[in-house]
């Protein structure tokens, strides 16, 4: 028999790996089953107005930019300077855009950037967001536009 042939250490060396690939199998179907697939996006377009952040991937502590680009033929006048909102995975608002009370024109072929340091502006803006899934939204009369990125440690 073939099993006569090979020794008991390798024997047992190959079931420690089968079930070592067992356990890794199922952690990985684990996760899968209990983790949200959410589809990351760097960037949204409508019309020719743009929104992006330059990853879809960010590590804790590390800046985000936003950017919003005008390609359309016309000026994109928000009514002040709050242009876009970040919201964490149950939708709450984290940091809402630049706020002033200035209205704030965007000509063709302009882009305006906000970069964003993680903080949490509404509840606690000297502490940082929890690592998960964000959503930066443009500004909702303007155009329906979101990109979703991650947080990881």
């Not at 070592?20 to 199922?26: F, G, H, N, Q, S």
Request: hydrophobic share 50%; proline share 5%; aromatic share 10%.
């Amino acid at each position: 028999m073939v099993f006569e042939k090979i020794s008991k250490k390798t024997l047992f060396v190959l079931w420690v790996f089968l079930v070592a690939l067992v356990a890794i199998v199922a952690t990985y179907a684990y996760m899968l089953n209990n983790h949200p697939l959410v589809e990351l996006s760097r960037m949204d377009v409508s019309n020719g107005l743009i929104l992006e952040v330059d990853k879809t991937v960010y590590e804790r502590g590390e800046n985000v930019t936003i950017t919003f680009t005008n390609n359309s033929t016309e000026t994109v006048t928000f009514p002040d300077a709050g242009w876009s909102t970040i919201r964490d995975s149950a939708g709450r608002i984290v940091a809402p855009g630049m706020v002033a009370t200035v209205v704030l024109p965007v000509p063709a072929g302009d882009s305006l950037t906000w970069i964003w340091h993680q903080l949490n502006a509404l509840s606690n803006p000297t502490v940082m967001v929890p690592t998960g899934i964000y959503t930066v939204e443009l500004y909702p009369r303007i155009a329906d536009l979101s990109v979703k990125f991650e947080i990881v440690s």
